[in-house]
Each structure stands twice: as structure tokens, then as C-alpha cells.
T-cell receptor, first 114, second 114 residues
Framework: AQKVTQAQTEISVVEKEDVTLDCVYE???????LFWYKQPPSGELVFLIRRNSFDEQNEISGRYSWNFQKSTSSFNFTITASQVVDSAVYFC???????????FGKGTRLHILP | EAGVAQSPRYKIIEKRQSVAFWCNPISGHATLYWYQQILGQGPKLLIQ????????DSQLPKDRFSAERLKGVDSTLKIQPAKLEDSAVYLC????????????FGSGTQLSVL
């Protein structure tokens, strides 16, 4: 069965600090997809990234970067030089190729303090 | 491009009453999802439609929840009768229809059952 664990319930950092959000997943499939979504106070989940299981290259998008390691079943998300606007709940999610069901972790609430 | 529309934004009812939520997905999106997000948790899939057919409703409490997607466009989710534990945000999402693609979410309906 597929499972996503985000062990960090809540994190607070001061603006401009770097912060890493952890995500560990479980799946028996060899082909799967990993996602990160951001949920700001408005409530709408916003897509950040999708990564398939065959692509272990790390990805950087502006201040955001993702570290995918199959050996440890982790897909961690780092925000560099955090800003107050980054304050939100961040969800890691997993979808197995054999079906179309996206399973979400419990989320990490990130507070960026001015 | 218009996003996923949901209404109402908030709803307060007493237990044992009925309630309905409406969702209009992004135009042309074949797949529509209803998720339940209880406070402090990640979204949990209730039901998935592909056009107007149900793909997965394994986690829908069918004794009280029902959903339909007539004509393969907008959808309604109904709860009858509501229980206290149904208090949550109900999120609608859509995707173009290819498997394991990113989801586009609406802002959700926050339901409080008193």
C-alpha cells in the first residue's frame, strides 16, 4: 500500500533562512510519481512539482529545490532565502502508475517570521 | 483560463441535516475528484470521476455520502444525514484526464456540523 509521511508537523524560521521540508514515501510499484503542493491560507492547493520514479535528478526552480533519493525513499523540498509569502502548509503526495489515485501526506505547516 | 469553481465557500449545519456542494472543473478536464480535508490532515480522496463515470469511490461513506457528475462536466457532492465528524473542507480538483498528472484544485467548501 502506498503511504506518505511528513514527520515535521510545523516549522518556524526567520525570514531569509533556508528551510527543508522532509517527505518519506512507501510504495511497492517501480513506477510512481511524487508531487509537492502548497496550500496558502486561501485554502486552494497549488501544484509545485511532479517527479517520476525514473528521474532522480534534483530540480531547482528559483528559490525552490527538490532532492529525490530512491535509496532512502525521500523527496525533500528546500526553500532558500525564505520569505514571508512562503508561509503555508506544504503537502507531499504520491501516485502509483497502476492507478490514478494521489495520496497526500499530512502536511507541514511552515511559518516564516519577519 | 478560469480555475476550478466551488460553492458555497462556507456552510454551517446541524447534525442530521443534509448539505450539498457544487464543483465546476476547468473546461475540458475529463477527470474530477472530491477530497475531504479534516483540520490538520492531508486531503483524502472520496471519489474520482472520469467524464461522467466513477473510477474510484472506495473511500466514500456511501451510507451518507453521494456524488454525481451529470454530462461529464460539473459535479455535486451530498451528505445526508451529516454527522459531527463530517466537519472538514471539501476540495474539488480536476485534471485533463491523463493518468498521474497534476491536479488543479478549487478553494474548497468549509463545512461545520454543529
Amino acid at each position: 500500500a502506498q503511504k506518505v509521511t511528513q514527520a515535521q508537523t510545523e516549522i518556524s524560521v526567520v525570514e531569509k533562512e533556508d528551510v527543508t521540508l522532509d517527505c518519506v514515501y512507501e510504495t511497492r510499484d517501480t513506477t510512481y510519481y511524487l508531487f509537492w503542493y502548497k496550500q496558502p491560507p486561501s485554502g486552494e492547493l497549488v501544484f509545485l512539482i511532479r517527479r517520476n520514479s525514473f528521474d532522480e535528478q534534483n530540480e531547482i526552480s528559483g528559490r525552490y529545490s527538490w532532492n529525490f533519493q530512491k535509496s532512502t525513499s525521500s523527496f525533500n523540498f528546500t526553500i532558500t532565502a525564505s520569505q514571508v509569502v512562503d508561509s503555508a502548509v506544504y503537502f507531499c503526495a504520491l501516485s502509483e502508475a497502476k492507478d490514478d489515485k494521489i495520496i497526500f501526506g499530512k502536511g507541514t505547516r511552515l511559518h516564516i517570521l519577519p | 483560463e478560469a480555475g476550478v469553481a466551488q460553492s458555497p465557500r462556507y456552510k454551517i449545519i446541524e447534525k442530521r441535516q443534509s448539505v450539498a456542494f457544487w464543483c465546476n472543473p476547468i473546461s475540458g478536464h475529463a477527470t474530477l475528484y472530491w477530497y475531504q480535508q479534516i483540520l490538520g490532515q492531508g486531503p483524502k480522496l472520496l471519489i474520482q470521476f472520469q467524464n461522467n463515470g466513477v473510477v474510484d469511490d472506495s473511500q466514500l461513506p456511501k451510507d451518507r455520502f453521494s456524488a454525481e457528475r451529470l454530462k461529464g462536466v460539473d459535479s455535486t457532492l451530498k451528505i445526508q444525514p451529516a454527522k459531527l465528524e463530517d466537519s472538514a473542507v471539501y476540495l474539488c480538483a480536476s485534471s485533463p484526464g491523463r493518468k498521474n498528472e497534476k491536479l488543479f484544485f478549487g478553494s474548497g467548501t468549509q463545512l461545520s456540523v454543529l
